[in-house]
């Protein structure tokens, strides 16, 4: 029994990804930050107590107890069905944390007021606290990362292709200075893609993946030509056997001239021209974020593995442009 709900209280907490993502835009951020990371991490030590972590098994009452406490006040800034049903367990939580109410249930159920703790191996341990670090890493540094580069003036700033969601309930905003004008930036911009110029990141890691892509080092003139309906392709056709599908990529929505290409479930890529010879590279993702039961697991997917990769992956592919425009500006 103290393995099944410290494994119930290890899914609670990283259910709180949804809840966190949700709360974001009610802010304010630091606040939301801290009740997001109180609640994640300390339903994670509870559970990872529960099941027998050493240190941990000791403390896990409080520790649940106090995270309980953080998640309420987190849901109440987003309060929605799907994140109200969630609280129910915070509720159960916080009376569990009244002995004599506590006593009364399990005696009922007929489980042990101090049931037996079993130790985890040393191996289990370090796994379960390798995670409670790095997913409490994630809860802090995102509002770094989820607005890498850019100033408060450019988060208010209409951009093309924000009329395409009315209501954007989540946000990635990232961006980079380059000493270069805005049309020494647009060329390599208008080539991206895997099949052609690549997309000036990490492509050791998109090959560790099977993904043969390779960035180039030029203006390639036969890759100028972009148009609206034109896919941007991330992969071969027929990437892992089609089991993904025959075209993975983005299509082109929307082009500015020279100055703005918006993908189709990436976002928008805009210059913006500071003077003669340095221009802002903005890349804006939008999205609803509607909160649905469905959304929960895909919420910890993406805050777990989708929005590290990306930024890392984006910020590598925004320096790439960065030197590429640079250095055929001053050649």
């Given at each position: 029994?103290?393995?099944?709900?410290?494994?119930i209280l290890?899914?609670h907490?990283?259910?709180?990804?949804?809840?966190?993502?949700?709360?974001?835009?009610?802010?304010?951020?630091w606040?939301?930050?801290?009740?997001?990371?109180?609640?994640?991490?300390?339903?994670?030590?509870?559970?990872?107590?529960?099941?027998?972590?050493?240190?941990?098994?000791?403390?896990?009452?409080?520790?649940?107890?106090?995270?309980?406490a953080?998640?309420?006040?987190?849901?109440?800034?987003?309060?929605?069905?799907?994140?109200?049903?969630?609280?129910a367990?915070?509720g159960?939580?916080?009376?569990?944390?009244i002995?004599?109410?506590?006593?009364?249930?399990?005696?009922?159920?007929?489980?042990?007021?101090?049931?037996?703790?079993?130790?985890?191996?040393?191996?289990?341990t370090?796994i379960?606290?390798?995670?409670?670090?790095?997913?409490?890493?994630?809860?802090?540094?995102?509002?770094?990362?989820?607005?890498?580069?850019?100033?408060?003036a450019?988060?208010?700033?209409?951009l093309?292709?924000?009329e395409l969601v009315?209501?954007?309930?989540?946000?990635i905003?990232?961006?980079i200075?380059?000493?270069a004008?805005?049309?020494?930036v647009?060329?390599?911009?208008?080539q991206?893609?895997?099949?052609?110029?690549?997309?000036?990141?990490?492509?050791?890691l998109?090959?560790?993946?099977g993904d043969?892509v390779?960035?180039?080092?030029?203006?390639?003139?036969e890759?100028?030509?972009?148009?609206?309906?034109?896919?941007?392709?991330?992969?071969?056709?027929?990437?892992?056997?089609?089991?993904?599908g025959?075209?993975i990529?983005?299509r082109?929505?929307?082009?500015?001239?020279?100055?703005?290409?918006?993908?189709?479930?990436?976002?928008?890529?805009?210059?913006?021209?500071?003077?003669?010879?340095t221009?802002?590279?903005?890349?804006?993702?939008?999205?609803?974020?509607k909160?649905t039961?469905?959304?929960?697991?895909?919420?910890?997917?993406?805050?777990?593995?989708?929005?590290?990769?990306?930024?890392?992956?984006?910020?590598?592919m925004?320096?790439?442009?960065?030197?590429?425009?640079?250095s055929?500006?001053?050649?």
């Amino acid at each position: 029994m103290r393995r099944l709900l410290g494994s119930i209280l290890v899914l609670h907490g990283l259910a709180h990804a949804a809840a966190g993502i949700w709360a974001t835009p009610a802010g304010p951020t630091w606040f939301v930050t801290l009740l997001w990371w109180i609640a994640m991490a300390g339903f994670v030590a509870a559970g990872a107590g529960l099941i027998g972590v050493r240190k941990l098994d000791e403390l896990w009452l409080p520790i649940a107890t106090t995270a309980a406490a953080a998640s309420i006040l987190l849901i109440a800034r987003h309060p929605t069905p799907t994140t109200l049903l969630g609280s129910a367990i915070d509720g159960a939580v916080l009376l569990g944390a009244i002995p004599m109410v506590r006593e009364i249930v399990l005696r009922d159920v007929g489980i042990p007021f101090h049931p037996p703790r079993r130790r985890v191996a040393r191996l289990g341990t370090t796994i379960a606290v390798l995670a409670l670090c790095y997913a409490s890493g994630l809860v802090l540094l995102r509002p770094w990362h989820m607005r890498w580069g850019v100033t408060h003036a450019e988060l208010a700033m209409q951009l093309p292709g924000d009329e395409l969601v009315s209501t954007a309930a989540y946000r990635i905003d990232h961006g980079i200075t380059i000493h270069a004008p805005a049309d020494s930036v647009w060329p390599w911009l208008a080539q991206i893609g895997q099949d052609r110029g690549g997309f000036y990141s990490y492509s050791w890691l998109e090959r560790l993946i099977g993904d043969p892509v390779h960035n180039a080092d030029r203006i390639v003139p036969e890759w100028q030509s972009i148009r609206v309906g034109d896919l941007v392709r991330a992969t071969p056709p027929d990437y892992l056997g089609g089991v993904f599908g025959h075209d993975i990529g983005w299509r082109v929505t929307r082009i500015v001239p020279q100055r703005a290409l918006v993908l189709e479930g990436w976002g928008a890529f805009v210059i913006v021209p500071v003077d003669d010879s340095t221009s802002r590279l903005l890349v804006r993702t939008r999205g609803e974020g509607k909160p649905t039961l469905m959304s929960v697991p895909l919420s910890a997917f993406s805050f777990l593995v989708f929005e590290p990769a990306h930024f890392i992956m984006e910020r590598g592919m925004l320096r790439g442009i960065k030197q590429r425009a640079e250095s055929g500006h001053s050649t």
